[in-house]
């Protein structure tokens, strides 16, 4: 078996935001490790990189092009092991890699959400579920990141040779961890907020999907009753300036930060008091583990995302995506009771261990050894084995 491998996503700051860990982790067995991605960014543990022009809509020309360098790359370089993850990464990923799978390279595929789950639109499951389930035929393991997804794909038959769940791609709880409330006082007087500021956290490109909007008619309900809530948002987007409009109609403009693009969450979470989602989709948000592994509480919309992490009482709630009255509502709540953000923030802890980073990379660990045979072949057993949940 060629020890090599390739690991593929639309973009290149994939891998340095989520997968460096397991990149390291090959090289240190001795196997060459490649990516393939779009972007220059210039990625640790890596003996080659191709930057490819791999668009996320699946109707863009540029794919075709990709998909070609592709499959050239892979027939060049008789991978042992192809890791393809983002949707239109493992679609031209296991497209490209058909051929060589007949010559013993085993083709995994993460999915970090299935854009077909319960609640999508019947749009989304005519264009994406025919696709996953298609291309399943063409993947060695398939890997899930939370319970739906796993579900769905042993219950609906999707034909990969193995299912598996691994608990996301994992939290660094050495840099994201809970603060005394002594080191927060200090953390607080060395910032520009002031000791009696209530401050919610939402780390979120301003797209669509992120739904920023509901936070903020939300914190107008609470700020009518609790003038000191403040909400932070990290990130940058599209929808950046309409939201910055939104907040200066509904008259919160000064109680509204807009961070930009931030590098520095690990030391923002632990100045803060409660972790805030609005998405209307999630496979499972690193920003909510992040915030759980810092000892927060969490207010979050209903998606499988969330409702994995959020357990409804025990380290925070869960709303409707509709329902900003009773977002506003456990806004006000958690603001008046330091007792009950106690308590939710240490089960936020509790529940963060299966998300810890050495976990997961275990989990997949585990997953590549039995593909890492020098037969090229996999560990027999179940073909819908469950592992780690």
Known sequence: MSRKVLFCATVDFHFSAFHLPVLEWFKQRGWEVH?????????????????????????????????????????????????????????????????????????????????????????????????????????????????????????????????????????????????????????????????????????????????????????????????????????????????????????????????????DIDRLLPLCDAAVSASLREGLPVNIMEAMACGLPVIATRNRGHSELVKHGENGYIVEQDQEELFAEHMLGLCRSAELRSRLGERSVELTGVYNLQSVVEELVSIYSGHMREDGGYEAGNQYHRAHI
């Open 35 to 263: 990516v393939a991605a779009g972007g220059e960014l210039e990625l640790p543990h890596v003996d080659r990189k191709f930057n490819i022009p791999i668009e996320r809509s699946p109707l863009r020309r540029g794919n075709w092009e990709a998909y070609r360098q592709l499959k050239q790359i892979i027939r060049r370089n008789d991978y042992g092991i192809i890791h393809a993850h983002t949707p239109m990464g493992g679609v031209l990923a296991r497209l490209a890699a058909a051929g060589s799978r007949n010559k013993g390279t085993q083709v995994i595929y993460t999915a970090h959400g299935f854009h077909f789950c319960q609640g999508s639109s019947l749009a989304s499951w005519l264009l994406y579920y025919p696709v996953e389930k298609g291309l399943a035929r063409l993947t060695d393991c398939l890997i899930t990141i939370n319970n739906e997804d796993y579900h769905l794909a042993a219950r609906r038959r999707f034909k990969a040779r193995q299912i598996e769940h691994v608990h996301g791609v994992g939290v660094n709880t050495d840099r994201f961890r809970p603060v005394t409330p002594a080191e927060k006082v200090r953390l607080r007087q060395a910032s520009p907020y002031g000791p009696d500021d209530f401050l919610m956290f939402y780390a979120a490109e301003f797209n669509g999907n992120k739904n920023h909007q509901l936070l903020l008619r939300a914190l107008a309900r609470a700020l009518a009753q609790e003038p000191g809530l403040k909400l932070l948002l990290a990130g940058e987007g599209p929808l950046q300036a309409q939201c910055r409009k939104l907040a200066s109609e509904l008259g919160i403009a000064d109680k509204v930060e807009f961070l930009g693009y931030r590098k």
